[in-house]
RNA sequence: GGGCGUUUAACUCAGCGGGAGAGUGAGUCCUUCACACGGACUAAGUCGGGGGUUCAAUCCCCUCAACGCCCACCA
């Protein structure tokens, strides 16, 4: 009974993940001490939206997170990794008011402020579970002792504290401003947080009366703000009107008399008419035009989007699209709609509830960003603070020395509220710690201001007041700044900004050292994943696999916009489902998959097939391993006698295993994770598993009676124990589970820790790097994989033994390969004959491998001579081509003493080569036009 | 309008100054005692177009084109 019959075929990941995931926590590995003496190393999280559940993109940079924290652990820092959740101000509110009104047919308003927030942290601990389970699931080695939550206490604490110490700075303001107003949401919203929707719509022209004569035509999107109309500006320096400057117009529908102006900064000549309506009160660039010539402010649109006085009687109480019509209509019939064309322009939208912004002016509270703005750009120009990929970093200092100041109010009620208290009865507006008792300058009754902040004032903190500042502590101490902070590329001026900024004003010092910007996850198609889209992949479908009926389940569950295209997508992409991978599998597909330069990721589940074969092949390789190591004493193994008994095949992969070492290290350091695991792929497949473990299989068979073959067997025992622990060790980052597994199984000295995310990162040993092995095991390659293809042209079954012949002139090349007959012999399943000279053979097929080695294959009636001419004749050719490239380069005398001797060196051997291959391959086929006659 | 990125085998993508690579797919063969979630072999590329620098360019520079992203503006 072997311990591989004990395994199954086929690696069963959700029997093997459960029990580690407890196994870890039950011996809390993931907590980092805030005292050790190591050299930190620190990862905040970027805190998940308290919104749903995880999507791709945080499996992905989740992923790419834990690698580094468990890559660091292994290599001996101290390595942290801090939990946590973002309240999400605005994207809850949307979630919650949604619900609300589909459940109940009611508003927040209609709820009230207390049951509304009551909701919220049920909302809140619902959605936090589930993401706190989902980032299990993943084995991500996340702190949990540290878990925070930006409206906890300890953060509510930073808030106050940073904002009342801004405030005293005068970096915090309230000033009166043209803002975008989200009517849905009902409230102010950043310019960041809206985006531009192209539409069709219609440009109006229309003519407005001059008072004493004439007319003045102008074009407008938006004809329902006329109403509000407080003047007509026209360039002072355009002919067409310079006598009409100073004059009254009679504005339609109202009968008021507004003047025309000269704005040369608002009207362009080349536009339309070169005369614009002018309504201070609802556009952004007429509020200045307003400013600049003192128009008259005249509101007709109030919070709701609904038209109020002074506009006439008719329109007030109708929204501004039934007011649009209504305008055009009444232009219409009053004779001065002169003309209305198809017109296609971008409107704004809210990002998160999706209404049209409109435009109002309001007092709001602002930080000054210019003066926290020069500390971030100076230290990034400083190199304290690097960005990967290095390009982002020009997005990050064009928005910063760009940079406008960011209203931070907002009318919602779910999140920190502004630390402000204004007077009932004076103007006095106190920001304070606590709350004050009454007004500090006449002793009346305070308010608190209704306002909360911005979601991304608190995440801004997120680094150090996780770290429990404005305390100073030991953890804060220890691991700020932060190593590295891991995100999307989409939230750099939301995020990484404002953390850079704020980071740098209260601690002065940067919050981490190292950015580095994660690919956006895509469908296969290149598509952002969306909800309305309905092409999001949920992590946990990858994890268990999904049948194709709850795949499209789910899709009436999160309503997109056209959930029959959608399923007609899934039927099509996922007609058998998707099968379960496991987390290993998605974890190192997307570290696979993340490559440096490319911003996109686009997700194929048949990537992610492929690297959960990788697993499955690892872990076959271990049922073989573990069936093969009966007797096998890690404690007697590793002297230096037992390396006098490695052939060439242990030589070669102990010495290809810290070729990897240094592969995956080198890689790591230089965020390239995918080179990382690309090395350890191709390591497994191409070297453990095709070539080492074929290589043992003679040597492991039991022996009795043979001390000489039974040391032997020791020794290769030993070398494929090493290996897979090594490759263990070494893949753990990327897949803890299985690589746990498999660790735990493998036999290994006693004194080693008891899991293997606590043990040592692999570092190449130099005394097993063996160039001569290398280049040795590659000729014993070639002549197997030529033999192979000599079996496989002629349809020779691979298993059927044939005799093979293999000539090589050359001493040194023959002393080279002679003690490996026995390994072509069973690999190729051939029976080798060495000659030391080229000689001709009836009916044989013939193959080159490099310049020195020919392989010659008696197959009788199997040759076809035709085949064989074609096949050699071809081989002939591309020997020329190689031949004369090489011949005409060599042939340039600038090219011989300008390149370096060493290039020049290696084209003559080549040359060379080439020339002896083609010589004998020549001959070949003079051999064959004789044998076969 | 400004900035950035991408363009390499049928597909998805690595490589980025000195011999064109991987995975998938295709074809041929193999149910060989770790694995068919497997193995062996084969075919398949003017490395987007044009110009330049260099002894040498898929790689550096210029330019054009297509696709994509970000920012700004839009009466």
Redesign the pocket.
């Known amino acids: 009974m072997t311990t591989?019959s004990a395994l199954s075929?086929?690696?069963d990941p959700s029997d093997v993940e459960p029990r580690w995931r407890r196994f870890w926590q039950e011996n809390n590995y993931f907590h980092a001490d805030d005292a050790s003496p190591t050299i930190p190393y620190a990862i905040t999280l970027p805190p998940p939206n308290v919104t749903g559940s995880l999507h791709i993109g945080h499996a992905l940079g989740s992923t790419l997170q834990d690698i580094l924290i468990r890559w660091k652990r292994m290599s001996g820092s101290n390595a942290m990794w801090m939990p946590g959740t973002d309240h999400a101000s605005i994207a809850v509110h949307v979630l919650l008011e949604k619900e609300l009104m589909r459940a109940e047919k009611k508003t927040r308003f209609d709820l009230g402020r207390e049951e509304f927030m009551k909701r919220a942290w049920a909302w809140k601990e619902r959605s936090g579970s589930r993401i706190n389970e989902q980032e299990k699931l993943m084995g991500f080695s996340l702190d949990w002792e540290r878990e925070r939550f930006t409206m906890d206490e300890r953060s509510n604490v930073a808030v106050t504290e940073c904002f009342v110490r801004l405030y005293e700075e005068g970096l915090i303001y309230r000033a009166k401003r043209m803002i975008h107003w989200d009517t849905a949401s009902q409230t102010v919203v950043s310019?960041?947080e809206t985006d531009?929707v192209e539409e069709q719509r219609s440009?109006w022209e229309i003519a407005y009366p001059i008072e004493g004569g004439g007319e003045i035509i102008?074009?407008?999107?938006?004809p329902e703000t006329m109403l509000g109309d407080s003047g007509v500006a026209v360039h002072p320096d355009d002919p067409r009107y310079t006598d009409v400057i100073g004059k009254q117009v009679i504005l339609p529908l109202t009968g008021r008399k507004i003047p025309i102006v000269g704005d040369g900064i608002?009207?362009?000549m080349e536009?339309?008419?070169?005369?614009?309506k002018v309504t201070p009160a609802h556009?952004?660039?007429d509020y200045d035009c307003g400013q600049r010539n003192h128009l008259e402010f005249i509101q007709v649109i109030d919070l709701h989007g609904k038209m109020i006085a002074p506009a006439p009687d008719k329109y007030v109480g109708m929204t501004v699209v039934a007011a649009r019509k209504a305008v055009v209509a009444d232009l219409e019939a009053a004779g001065v709609l002169r003309d209305t064309k198809p017109?296609k322009?971008?409107v704004?939208r809210s990002q998160r509830s999706g209404a049209v912004i409109e435009p109002m002016a309001l007092e709001q509270w602002w930080v000054k960003a210019a003066p926290l703005a020069e500390k971030a750009v100076a230290a990034v120009e400083a190199g304290k603070t690097k960005f990967i990929p290095e390009?982002e970093q020009?997005?990050f200092m064009?928005?910063m020395t760009?940079i406008k100041d960011w209203c931070i109010s907002r009318q919602l009620w779910w999140g920190h509220r502004i630390p402000a208290w204004h007077c009932e009865k004076c103007e006095t507006i106190m920001v304070a710690r606590t709350a004050p008792s009454e007004c500090g300058t006449c002793g009346g009754s305070v308010h608190q201001d209704e306002d909360i902040l911005d979601t991304w004032f608190s995440s801004g903190l997120w680094p150090f007041s996780t770290l429990g500042w404005p305390e100073k502590t030991r953890a804060l101490q220890t691991f700020y700044p932060n190593s590295v902070l891991v995100t999307g590329p989409?939230i750099i001026?939301f995020w990484v900004a404002r953390m850079m900024m704020f980071g740098l004003h209260f601690t002065g010092k940067v919050p981490f050292k190292t950015v580095y910007l994660t690919s956006i996850v895509t469908d296969?198609t290149?598509a952002?994943m969306s909800k309305t889209k309905g092409n999001v992949i949920d992590p946990l479908q990858i994890l268990s696999g999904a049948t194709l009926d709850s795949l499209l389940e789910r899709v009436d569950a999160e309503k997109p916009l056209d959930p029959e295209a959608v399923k007609k997508a899934l039927r099509k992409n996922f007609a058998n489902g998707i099968p379960q991978m496991g987390a290993d599998a998605l974890r190192f597909a997307l570290a696979r998959l993340s490559?440096?330069?490319?911003?996109?990721?686009?997700l194929?589940v048949?990537?992610i097939?492929?690297n959960?074969?990788f697993?499955?092949?690892l872990w076959?390789?271990t049922?073989?391993a573990l069936?093969n190591l009966d007797g096998f004493d890690p404690e007697r193994f590793g002297g230096a006698a037992q390396r006098e008994l490695f052939g060439i095949g242990e030589r070669w992969i102990l010495s290809r295993l810290q070729a990897v070492c240094t592969a995956v290290d080198t890689a790591l350091e230089a965020f390239?994770f995918?080179?990382a695991a690309?090395a350890i792929y191709h390591f497994v497949?191409d070297e453990l598993?095709?070539w080492y473990?074929?290589l043992s299989?003679p040597h492991l068979a039991q022996v009795e009676g043979d001390p000489v073959k039974a040391a032997l067997r020791h020794a290769v025992q030993g070398v494929l124990a090493t290996c897979l622990e090594t490759t263990m060790r070494l893949l753990h980052p990327f897949a803890p589970f299985v690589t746990e597994e498999i660790w735990q199984k493998l036999p290994k000295k006693p004194e080693l820790p008891g899991s293997l995310m606590i043990t040592v990162f692999p570092r190449a040993d130099q005394t097993f790097v063996d160039p001569e092995a290398e280049a040795e095991m590659q000729l014993v390659q070639d002549t197997i994989?030529r033999c192979?293809?000599l079996k496989?042209?002629y349809?020779v079954?691979?298993?059927q033994k044939v005799e093979v012949e293999i000539q090589i002139p050359n001493p040194a090349v023959r002393s080279a390969i002679t003690p490996h007959l026995a390994a072509i012999a069973y690999r190729a399943k051939v029976t080798p004959a060495l000659r030391s000279e080229t000689a001709p053979m009836a009916g044989a097929a013939r193959a080159m491998v490099g310049a020195d080695v020919e392989i010659v294959m008696p197959l009788g009636g199997l040759v076809d001579p035709v085949k064989e001419t074609e096949r050699i004749t071809k081989d002939i050719a591309r020997a020329d081509k190689?031949i004369s490239s090489i011949a005409a380069?060599l042939g340039?005398p600038?090219?011989v003493a300008?390149?370096?001797a060493d290039?020049v060196a290696?084209?003559r051997t080549?040359l060379a080569?080439?020339q002896a291959r083609r010589e004998r391959l020549v001959e070949a086929l003079a051999i064959l036009g004789g044998g076969a006659a």
């Open positions: 591989s075929k086929q690696y310019d960041l531009d440009l102008v074009a407008t999107t938006r608002l009207a362009k536009f339309g008419t070169g005369a614009v556009d952004p660039n017109y322009m971008t704004k390009h020009k997005t064009h928005w760009n989409d001026f296969e290149g952002k490559t440096s330069g490319a911003g996109r990721i686009k194929n048949d990537r097939v492929e959960r074969n697993i499955n092949k076959n390789a049922r073989f069936g390239a995918s080179e690309n497949y598993c095709d473990l074929e299989k994989t192979l293809m496989g042209t349809g079954p691979p298993a190689e380069r340039k600038d090219f300008r390149s370096p290039v290696e084209n080549r080569d080439e």
